[in-house]
């Protein structure tokens, strides 16, 4: 069974960076998601399988960044000038078929598998 494992979260200032790591064996789509208390679950990066297609939201072009080293089985977010508006519990997540990563992206509620979360908090 496919398991996620998901680490990098913490507590930054506004204006600091933060990478997450998802460990993921095998060739899949991977999505970033964030849900931030009282609001819904939203696509923040979508890869594809072998890291040439990277869709990204509009709240973090410029800022995030997503790549992916195979020979580690391991996905990036790279997060970088932090806002608050960033705090969110992030999840990873995995699909072996979609039909673009943007199309990904879009479905929040997805049947993937779902890493555990976790937290970034973006505070002075």
């Known amino acids: 069974q496919l398991r996620l494992v998901e680490s990098g979260g913490g507590l930054v200032q506004p204006g600091e960076s933060l990478r997450l790591s998802c460990v993921v064996p095998?060739?899949?789509?991977i999505g970033w998601f964030r849900q931030a208390p009282g609001k819904e679950r939203e696509g923040v990066s979508c890869i594809d399988s072998n890291g040439g297609s990277v869709f990204l939201a509009d709240s973090v072009k410029g800022r995030f960044t997503s790549y992916r080293d195979n020979a580690k089985n391991t996905v990036y977010l790279e997060m970088n000038s932090l806002k608050p508006e960033d705090t969110a519990v992030y999840f990873c997540?995995?699909?072996?078929?979609?039909?673009?990563?943007?199309?990904?992206?879009?479905?929040?509620?997805?049947?993937?598998?779902w890493g555990q979360g976790t937290q970034v908090t973006v505070s002075s």
């Open positions: 997540a995995a699909d072996a078929h979609v039909p673009t990563v943007q199309h990904m992206c879009s479905i929040a509620s997805g049947n993937y598998v």
């Open positions: 095998g060739y899949y789509n």
